[in-house]
């Protein structure tokens, strides 16, 4: 039986019926059609359907549905501000920290809620602030680099 839920994401409101088992990322994807945050191992050990929700960065594939009721969610698709896109995003892009594009989203936003906490943070700090996002391709120095360039 479907459950009626409210939230806010990317601050639009949002009212939809969900499964009980239904979880974030399918909702994201399938219901809200916002295809940024990404479905990879769907057992929270990636990090690619990484969000921001109530400010904390979650595995949206641990999260049901209903359980962001009344929560805030940021996805990658809300961080583009009127000027183009957010300056994390375009450091990612100018040092070459994506490359096939599927940890990015994660590793974006795990980055934004690190960077709104301490906006100069050291090495470890970036590497602790990611190490729950895998990447395949770039062997995470450029990630890095591309963080510490966003301060």
């Known amino acids: 039986m479907k ?3 409210s939230l806010t994401i990317n601050e639009k409101e949002y009212e939809v019926a969900v499964n009980p088992n239904q979880t974030l990322v399918d909702l994201l994807r399938y219901q809200i059609e916002l295809t940024g945050t990404k479905k990879g191992c769907e057992v929270g ?5 990484t969000v921001i929700m109530d400010g904390k960065p ?11 009721n009344g929560k805030k969610i940021l996805t990658i698709e809300g961080l583009e501000t009127d000027d183009g896109l957010h300056p994390i995003q375009r450091s990612f892009v100018e040092k070459g920290a994506i490359q096939c594009g599927f940890c990015s989203s994660g590793m974006i936003l795990s980055a934004k809620n690190l960077l709104d906490r301490d906006p100069d943070p050291d090495e470890a700090d970036i590497r602790m602030a990611i190490s729950g996002n895998l990447c395949r391709c770039t062997g995470y120095q450029k990630i890095v680099e591309a963080i510490k360039d966003a301060t």
């Open 58 to 68: 979650v595995n949206s594939c641990l999260v049901l549905a209903v359980q962001a």
């Open 3 to 5: 459950k009626l839920i």
């Open 45 to 49: 050990d990636c990090g690619s359907c």
